[in-house]
Every structure is written in C-alpha cells, then in structure tokens.
T-cell receptor, first 115, second 109 residues
Framework: EAQVTQNPRYLITVTGKKLTVTCSQNMNHEYMSWYRQDPGLGLRQIYY???????DKGDVPEGYKVSRKEKRNFPLILESPSPNQTSLYFC??????????????FGPGTRLTVT | GQNIDQPTEMTATEGAIVQINCTYQ??????LFWYQQHAGEAPTFLSYNVLDGLEEKGRFSSFLSRSKGYSYLLLKELQMKDSASYLC??????????FGKGTKLSVIP
C-alpha cells in the first residue's frame, strides 16, 4: 500500500531535550516536505527536499533541522525543543503527475507537546 | 510571496449545495489545489486546477479564474461526512504548496 508513515504519532517532551520525528514514503517520490499546523494559522511549511542531499528552508524553519540521506526518508530534528514548537506536524511527499499536477500525499501526523 | 484568503467557517444543510471560495495573490503559479481535512487527520487531495474553468469529480467540482485570482470548491448533495476543513493551496515553484488557513464546514441535519 502506497503510504507516508511518521513516528512517533504522539510525543510529550521537555524543553531542551533533542528529538527526531521520522518520515518514510514507499512511493519513490522525489519531493518531501514537513509542515506544522496550528489553530488559526493553517499549514505552514518548515523544510522541503527536492531529492537526496537537496534540502531547503520553508516559511518557518527556525529551531528545526532536516536531512535527506535516502530517497525514502526525511527525518525532522528538533535540537533543543521549546514550548512554541508544540504543534501538529505533517510529513508529505509528491512526484510530478499528469499535466504537471503534483498531488502531495500526507503522513498521519505527529502531535508534539513540549513542556 | 503568496496570500490566500478563504472563509474561516461555513455551515450548510445535509443534501444542499455549498460553495467555498478562495482568493489568492501570488508571484508564481503552477496550479491550485483543494484538500479535505477531517479533524485530527491528515489532509487528503480533492482537486487540481491549472487552467481556467470547471473540473468536476463526482459530487465535488472546482473552478479557477487565473485572471481574477479566484477559485471555488462546490460540494453537491452534502452528507454529514463532508463536515471537515477544506484547504485551498497554491502551487508555485518546484512542487511547493502554500496553504490557506482553511474553511471549516459544518453540515447539519
């Protein structure tokens, strides 16, 4: 089954304790992206990757790191989490489709709470 | 940059038709997307418009006017399961999407 998986789905942590949220897709997609979703603010892009070893900042990259060593995986790293990073995080992947369409497939989400 | 506006909330009756509008301003345009998101779940793709006009897909249709920076999503024969948030998104550049804040649709009996 074609899918994007994220782990963990739920995480409660404390300020300053480094954490990694994993993302993996089995559709051989070139493009992967991380978003955070907050009430009243919608989905905002954190980082994206066009292919292996190619990453770039989105709209809200501060406090986050990413890496793309393999095509299928795109982990999100919070080196020193702070309470303002409490949010719902989504990973997504896509590849060019008909008519230049590039439907994004989303993972199930990771709900992170930083206390 | 991009600016996307859509209503925050809408309410409609089961069996009725509802139109959710989206206006946008963008410096680059590769297409307009609509996504559906049920509470606590991931967004799922509904439609894609790159040319002006109406795209129909079952009970859902999406319209685009590039000259007016305007799109709408039309939902017919509303069902209770259509209660969700509907996200308008602009594609610009290499596979990137910028999302609006979403419209929360409540379908009432």
């Amino acid at each position: 089954e074609a899918q994007v998986t994220q782990n963990p789905r739920y995480l409660i942590t404390v300020t300053g304790k480094k954490l990694t949220v994993t993302c993996s897709q089995n559709m051989n997609h070139e493009y992967m992206s991380w978003y955070r979703q907050d009430p009243g603010l919608g989905l905002r892009q954190i980082y994206y990757s066009m292919n292996v070893e190619v990453t770039d900042k989105g709209d809200v990259p501060e406090g986050y790191k990413v890496s793309r060593k393999e095509k299928r995986n795109f982990p999100l790293i919070l080196e020193s989490p702070s309470p303002n990073q409490t949010s719902l995080y989504f990973c997504a992947s896509s590849s060019p489709g008909p008519g230049a369409s590039y439907e994004q497939y989303f993972g199930p989400g990771t709900r992170l709470t930083v206390t | 940059g991009q600016n996307i506006d859509q209503p925050t909330e809408m309410t409609a009756t089961e069996g009725a038709i509802v139109q959710i509008n989206c206006t946008y301003q963008t410096s680059g345009f590769n297409g307009l997307f609509w996504y559906q998101q049920h509470a606590g779940e991931a967004p799922t793709f509904l439609s894609y418009n790159v040319l002006d006009g109406l795209e129909e897909k079952g009970r859902f249709s999406s319209f685009l006017s590039r000259s007016k920076g305007y799109s709408y999503l039309l939902l017919k024969e509303l069902q209770m399961k259509d209660s969700a948030s509907y996200l308008c998104a602009i594609g610009a550049g290499s596979y990137q999407l910028t999302f609006g804040k979403g419209t929360k649709l409540s379908v009432i009996p």
